[in-house]
């Protein structure tokens, strides 16, 4: 499973730092993202990080403002939003991937609301 937790509302500007909690398995060696779906948008991968490869890469809509991390020891994924925009209002999502961007498993969201 994967629980995501830490959305809310912040004003324009603000930061926030969303987790993501994962069971039944381990990050060792594994893709795991962060995608995002806007009302009426489609959903859109924003960042990544790759175990194996200690590799991370992020969106062009949000790098400079996002940093992804995980802490393997307690299998839990971090993504710090500073800088936020209206724009980045959405709700959040976690994915256990088999390639980059590419998930076999989702996790519940969590709801950023960015005020204008």
């Known amino acids: 499973q994967l629980q995501a937790s830490g959305g809310g509302l912040v004003q324009t500007g603000g930061s926030l730092r969303l987790s993501c909690a994962a069971s039944?398995?381990?990050?060792?060696?594994?893709?795991i993202s962060w995608f995002r779906q806007a009302p009426g948008k489609e959903r859109e991968g924003i960042s990544c990080?790759?175990?194996?490869?200690?590799?991370?890469y992020y969106a062009d809509s949000v790098k400079g403002r996002f940093t992804i991390s995980s802490d393997n020891a307690k299998n839990t994924l971090y993504l710090q939003m500073t800088g936020l925009k209206p724009e980045d209002t959405a709700m959040y999502y976690c994915?256990?991937?088999?390639?980059?961007?590419?998930?076999?498993?989702w996790g519940q969201g969590t709801q950023v609301t960015v005020s204008s």
């Open positions: 039944g398995f381990t990050f060792d060696d594994k893709v």
């Open positions: 990080i790759s175990d194996r490869f200690a590799s991370t």
């Open positions: 994915t256990k991937d088999v390639y980059y961007y590419t998930p076999d498993y």
